[in-house]
């Protein structure tokens, strides 16, 4: 041994930055069909492959192949399609709106629609959500109007949240969609909290959580993933790897050492790894996760491998820490772009039904956007009354917040 | 009525409220089979079952964010943090989601949840087990923040607690668990079934929180105490002869300034007490609201007697305790402005 030799501290650094074509040169993308698919009674240890492998349904030529082909009818697409796009559109017009001054901030999820969406529809409608701040499409897919989504966004008098949360913290009970929290990972525990409650009472419903693979390095992913396992507990505990947290890419969360998957194998948790542009295999993964945790095999943890092609949000500037051709050159696509030619090439859609759709979307957010913005914008109002700011703190307000209220004369 | 200590209390506070709601579930290290280091949980597993109270891994932010979720599921989780020095791990579950979720959501969903957490010094705990933490949570909007000082209110203070649909911070000053103790360590230790308030009814019972006890009336100067400090101002009180009407503030938050007030406006002094150390301390709190609505009627600076500003040391846990020696001093104090 070398007494003598140095020691050197790594940091990760990622393959390109601005001014150096992108290079995804390093990305190990198994074939479409390759990987298989194993019962869902399988052991976590008998299948622990499948946290460095990548599940794909669709092939370059856009046809579903392989043992995790969800075989989904042509409507249940086409909604997938249709969701996809209002999520895309309404994303569009309220980016602008931020632009425009109407609200504060906003965040897209261009490029990763497929993850919320296809989760959405591979869950039943009463199962329990408890998303980050980027799973609009799960809101969307659930049908859950957009004008009152608008409203959140903008503060406004018909925001439902009374002006409290910062834009797309959207809290919907109808629609089993928990409170956004802008503190990151928290919300992975308490799924795990919710779902172990479900199982105390006997319920048939299943509880997912989301979170991106920067907060992975948060404690509350690890307890979400201890508890989980211990318990047994009927939740899906997603990783939406999008490749970049604001500006730091994913070898800053420990991506490169192993797979966001498989953090799952040290907890005897079976892990599923899943293009997460593949509508098809990301609903297939969801439905394979469901039907355990239904069974009462426990959690699964699946990460979801997609690219983040916008900004983290209006505050964010990526030319600054990242190629300006990254997400052109993104290996796997585009999930809106993949379903379509996927439905293309089964004779279940065609480019003039595509632009149609598009339209009718484009006009549904337009007509959403006008009747949100007529009950205001944070910007114009109105607002909600401000004497609301000192409800909802306590069940009953108490004497101190009587007294502030009264002192900012509301 | 039984004699209970105050670990006898607490669970048979929990042992009702198993009992009366099924929603109601009970976790937290080491509390299941085996009952709890301080034994708070001592057979309630046994008894209802290891569904509905279980062990924990050790992690604290653990427990209390699957507290949070299963609370939005509509379950009433009771967790216990074994000391309170190890609730840090779990503040942001409890500051930034439990205390603040009934707000961000415009009421759809709100946290349920108790925690019980022992407190306090005076067991040679050293700075990691002595700790009074409750300032860090009194200053948090959406939590409420509960300390007994006897076997009788723990059980109706945890019920109450158990049963609101906010989340409370429970303190338990485990210096009291076994006996009401005044400060004097020398003394050989005085049991709770000596005393009246060790007394505690079998049964379902309630003491609202933000109501304040007054636990002894006088005319000359107001006592603010809560917890183990109750004890020890009437111990002062003995010892120097003053005439103190003692308010055990139970709960902090929300606190029961009415009682406070016209306390104060009857003696004109006010001695305020906590074990926690000084500056930021929940007395500082006291004293503001003091000042603000009884000003005109003091006749004396308020006075605090605290823990020093510095950790809990080990080996000189009597010089840190505020014990009756301090107390009576800051009333001899008082008396002669």
Redesign the interface.
């Known amino acids: 041994m070398d007494r003598h030799r140095s020691l050197r501290l790594h940091i990760p650094e990622p393959r390109h930055r601005p001014g150096e074509p992108a290079d995804f040169s390093d990305l190990r993308l198994p074939k479409a069909g390759a990987v298989e698919r194993p019962p869902v009674h399988s052991s976590a240890f008998e299948m622990r492959d499948l946290a460095y492998a990548l599940i794909r349904v669709l092939d370059e030529d856009g046809r579903a192949v392989g043992p995790w082909d969800p075989q989904l009818e042509a409507d249940a697409l086409r909604r997938g399609l249709r969701a996809m796009l209002l999520t895309r559109a309404y994303d569009d017009r309220m980016y602008r709106a931020q632009r425009q001054g109407k609200t504060s901030f906003y965040m897209k999820c261009t490029g990763e629609e497929g993850v919320a969406v296809a989760q959405a529809l591979a869950l039943e409608p009463d199962d329990m959500l408890f998303p980050t701040y980027r799973q609009q499409g799960l809101l969307i897919a659930r049908d859950w109007p957009i004008v009152d989504m608008m409203c959140q966004v903008y503060s406004n008098s018909g925001d439902r949240l009374k002006g409290r949360q910062m834009p797309v913290m959207y809290s919907s009970r109808k629609a089993g969609f928990f409170s956004i929290s802008g503190n990151l990972g928290t919300q992975f525990s308490q799924a795990v909290g919710w779902a172990m409650a479900s199982a105390y009472k006997g319920d048939h419903r299943i509880a997912a959580g989301w979170i991106g693979e920067g907060a992975t390095a948060e404690p509350d992913f690890h307890y979400a993933l201890t508890f989980a396992s211990v318990y047994h507990a009927p939740v899906i505990l997603n990783v939406v790897n999008n490749q970049w947290a604001i500006s730091c890419y994913q070898g800053i969360a420990g991506g490169e050492e192993a797979t966001f998957a498989a953090r799952a194998i040290g907890y005897g948790m079976p892990a599923l790894r899943v293009d997460g542009n593949d509508f098809l295999a990301t609903y297939a993964a969801t439905r394979w996760a469901a039907e355990r945790a239904r069974s009462n095999l426990g959690a699964t943890l699946i990460e979801l491998f997609t690219h983040r092609v916008a900004a983290h949000s209006t505050a964010d500037d990526p030319s600054r820490y990242r190629p300006a051709d990254e997400s052109e050159k993104w290996p796997l696509g585009d999930p809106i772009e993949r379903l379509k030619q996927h439905l293309i090439g089964l004779g279940a859609w065609s480019e003039e039904r595509h632009e149609t759709m598009l339209k009718e979307v484009e006009e549904q957010v337009r007509a959403a956007g006008k009747e949100a913005e007529a009950l205001g914008t944070l910007d114009r109002g109105p607002l909600p009354p401000v004497s609301t700011m000192f409800e909802d703190v306590y069940k009953e307000m108490p004497w101190y917040l009587r007294r502030q209220r009264d002192e900012l004369g509301g | 009525m039984p004699a209970m200590n105050m670990v006898q209390a607490l669970n048979s506070a929990m042992d009702v409220m198993l009992s009366r709601d099924p929603d109601v579930?009970i976790f937290g290290e080491d509390v299941g089979y085996f009952g709890g280091v301080f034994r708070a949980t001592d057979g309630l597993q046994r008894k209802h079952g290891k569904?509905r109270v279980f062990d924990?891994?050790i992690?604290e932010?653990?427990i209390l964010?699957?507290?949070?979720?299963?609370?939005?599921?509509?379950?009433r989780?009771v967790a216990e943090v074994q000391f309170a020095d190890y609730i840090y791990?779990a503040m942001?579950?409890l500051i930034?989601?439990a205390a603040r979720?009934?707000?961000?959501?415009?009421?759809?969903?709100?946290a349920p949840l108790t925690v019980r957490a022992p407190c306090g010094g005076g067991i040679f705990g050293g700075q990691t087990h002595s700790q009074s933490a409750e300032a860090l949570f009194t200053h948090v909007?959406?939590l409420?923040t509960v300390i007994p000082s006897n076997p009788y209110d723990a059980k109706g203070l945890l019920v109450s607690a158990i049963e609101d649909?906010?989340p409370v911070v429970f303190f338990e000053p485990k210096r009291l668990y076994s006996g009401p103790f005044d400060g004097h360590p020398e003394k050989p230790a005085v049991p709770w079934s000596k005393h009246a308030l060790g007394e505690v009814p079998a049964g379902y019972y309630r003491i609202p929180l933000?109501k304040a006890s007054v636990v002894r009336a006088g005319e000359e100067v107001t006592v603010l105490a809560y917890g183990t400090l109750v004890h020890v101002a009437a111990a002062a009180a003995d010892e120097s002869g003053i005439d103190i009407e003692l308010v055990d503030l139970r709960s902090l938050r929300?606190v029961d300034?009415e009682t406070i007030v016209a306390s104060v406006q009857k003696t004109g002094r006010c001695v305020i007490l906590h074990e926690a150390t000084r500056t930021g301390g929940f007395g500082a709190e006291l004293s503001a609201l003091v000042q603000e609505h009884c000003f005109f009627s003091l006749e004396a600076p308020i006075e605090r007697v605290t823990g020093w500003d510095t950790p809990y040391p080990h080996a000189f846990e009597w010089q840190y305790f505020p014990g009756p020696a301090r107390v009576a001093r800051a009333l001899r104090k008082v008396m002669a402005a």
């Open positions: 579930v569904q924990t891994p992690a932010g653990g964010g699957v507290a949070v979720g299963m609370g939005a599921y509509g379950l989780p791990p942001d579950q930034s989601e979720l009934r707000y961000r959501s415009a009421g759809e969903w709100w909007c959406g409420k649909d906010d933000g929300p300034i």
